[in-house]
């Protein structure tokens, strides 16, 4: 997160958190319209993840990506949730690693301009970043599920089985993607992408449809479904400002509502919660090392210092501390404050990391990685050839 950023959520926090404190919002994070905002905001930060991604360096690095975006993500989990576990005994603590698991796709986008870092590592991080969104959102809610039955509570627990839930969520990506690809083979996407007045009206019409029926996967919870939507559907050359704009905005309204709950239940921050949210950032810092380090086997030295001290939180986890608010009082206090620690340690990292590129010779060219080494890590494409005119 740049300091700019930084400086600026951090001002809408405070500036939300005197506002509900002055109006006194009361138990505001239990009403049904905040939780459907809150989808609303999951859903919009899910498909930014997705919409940017460079397929061609996602296939070359297909098998580094799918280890990272399974074995990663979940080793990420266990490791978090053990720590929070020893040192905290309870259920929350299964779930509140959950919500700081994810690294923050802006974060990454950021990193983008390091040249030091090489493309394969660049689509590893865009990939990893895109899709382990989704993954900790789907281990929110049934991880939820599992330390609420735990703490003896069963009322929230949804009806529908996992993988009911993903079968929903792939029907309603592959309506959209039939949709999706008839309009391209009909020509009607061609004729859309070309501008002009029709077409400028013929893109609005679009965007108003697509926007119903996000509506009706939020409505439903199909945040998954959103997430691979964004994997085909992209914004219109025309409109891709106005995309980047709404996720900021989306990030921008989320903190304004954790400054809100905080303000809500600030009789619920205690030192204890204060130590729990510690320790909760700083262990998700170091199982990003540990994956990132394993993960990164065999690249260059600069790639793998990038992918294990990429660890940085943002949209995604201030939202899953919204949406665990009601079910754990207390959580959005803990994860605010653990998402600080983790940007407070990728600053520290990335000061460090710029170090040492100072001090290193430098290159004529970004370092392309290709290794020998034996076994999945890291599924890595030889430098295209160049060709002359």
């Known amino acids: 997160m740049g300091l700019g950023r930084g400086v600026l959520l951090l001002a809408v926090l405070g500036a939300s958190w005197a506002t509900g404190a002055a109006l006194r919002v009361g138990d505001v994070h239990l009403s049904q319209a905040y939780h459907l905002v809150i989808l609303s905001l999951l859903a919009i930060g899910l498909y930014g993840s997705t919409r940017d991604i460079d397929f061609a360096q996602l296939w070359r690095n297909r098998t580094t ?66 899709f382990d969104d989704p993954v900790t959102v789907l281990l929110t809610v049934y991880l939820s599920t599992f330390a609420l039955s735990l703490g003896g509570d069963t009322a929230g627990a949804p009806e529908s089985t996992l993988l009911t839930d993903l079968l929903l969520n792939i029907a309603f990506a592959v309506v959209a993607f039939a949709a999706w690809w ?36 939020v409505s439903q919870s199909l945040l998954l479904g959103i997430a691979l939507i964004g994997l085909f559907f992209r914004p219109y050359l025309a409109w891709q400002r106005t995309a980047a704009g709404i996720v900021t905005g989306a990030l921008l309204v989320a903190t304004a509502a954790l400054g809100l709950v905080l303000a809500a239940t600030s009789e619920l921050i205690t030192p204890w919660l204060v130590g729990k949210g510690v320790v909760l950032g700083i262990a998700a810092y170091l199982a990003q090392i540990l994956a990132g380090t394993v993960l990164s086997r065999g690249r260059g030295r600069f790639d793998r210092l990038y992918l294990a001290l990429s660890q940085q939180n943002g949209l995604t ?50 370092v392309t990685v290709v290794t020998a080494r034996p076994g999945p890590f890291p599924e890595l494409a030889p430098p295209e050839p160049e060709t002359g005119r």
């Open 65 to 130: 990506v799918f280890l990272a975006l399974t074995v990663g993500v979940l080793a990420k989990v266990a490791f978090i949730a053990a720590v929070m576990w020893v040192l905290y005994p309870e259920p929350a603590s299964l779930v509140l690693g959950v919500a700081v698991a994810q690294i923050d796709p802006l974060a990454v986008a950021a990193a983008q301009r390091r040249r030091r870092l090489s493309e394969s590592a660049k689509a590893v991080l865009n990939a990893w970043a895109a």
């Open 317 to 366: 986890a201030i939202v899953l501390a919204l949406v665990l608010e009601p079910d754990f009082p207390g959580a959005v206090a803990v994860i605010a404050l653990a998402i600080v620690v983790t940007n407070v340690l990728y600053g520290a990292g990335g000061a460090v990391i710029g170090r040492l590129e100072r001090r290193a010779e430098p290159d004529p060219e970004p």
């Open 182 to 217: 008839l309009s391209r083979r009909g020509g009607l996407s061609a004729w859309l992408a070309r501008g002009g007045v029709a077409a400028g009206a013929g893109q609005v019409a679009v965007a108003v449809v697509v926007l119903g029926y996000a509506a009706l996967g």
